[in-house]
């Protein structure tokens, strides 16, 4: 079976909402899931210019960059007879006004929930486990 690598950067955009702490999620107009904003990183691209402007792209609110989110979340999965080895870097942003564009239709809906919330709706557990990592590192900084 043929194989490629690819690498792709997301976020996870949080605000202070009137019951703590809120995060962005969608739902992915393919597959019907929760799942963190990201999208495959363009040649030349850094990480995070790639996870700012797909977060932008696919949820229509502008972040700003905090901190990396740890390791890379790592996946494998088979696309039309090609085994796929996925890596995904992840930043915590803060969420930093509605964008100026319109969001591409990659998301079927989009909406800020509570943190632990977000962590139940994840459909992957990469997401849970990545949103677990972004509530520790907002812990750490008196956030939440």
């Given amino acids: 079976m ?6 792709s950067a997301g976020g996870v955009v949080y605000r202070e909402g009137p ?13 019907q899931k929760w799942v963190l904003p990201k999208g495959l990183v363009r040649k030349n691209e850094e990480y995070a210019d790639a996870a700012l ?6 949820t229509g609110v502008r972040p700003r960059l905090v901190a990396p989110i740890g390791e890379p979340e790592k996946y494998i999965y088979t696309a039309r007879g090609v085994r796929v080895f996925k890596s995904v870097y992840y930043f915590l942003m803060t969420y930093d006004g509605e964008s100026e564009h319109e969001r591409d239709r990659e998301m079927a809906e989009v909406k800020w929930v509570p943190i632990d919330e977000a962590i139940d709706l994840m459909g992957y557990e990469g997401g849970k ?3 677990r990592r972004a509530k520790e590192m ?4 008196g956030i939440g």
């Fill in 2 to 7: 043929k194989s490629r690598n690819e690498i």
């Fill in 129 to 131: 486990n990545v949103l």
């Fill in 53 to 58: 402007r797909e977060v932008e792209e696919e």
């Fill in 19 to 31: 019951d703590g702490v809120e995060v962005i999620v969608g739902k992915d107009a393919g597959y």
């Fill in 138 to 141: 907002l812990a750490e900084r």
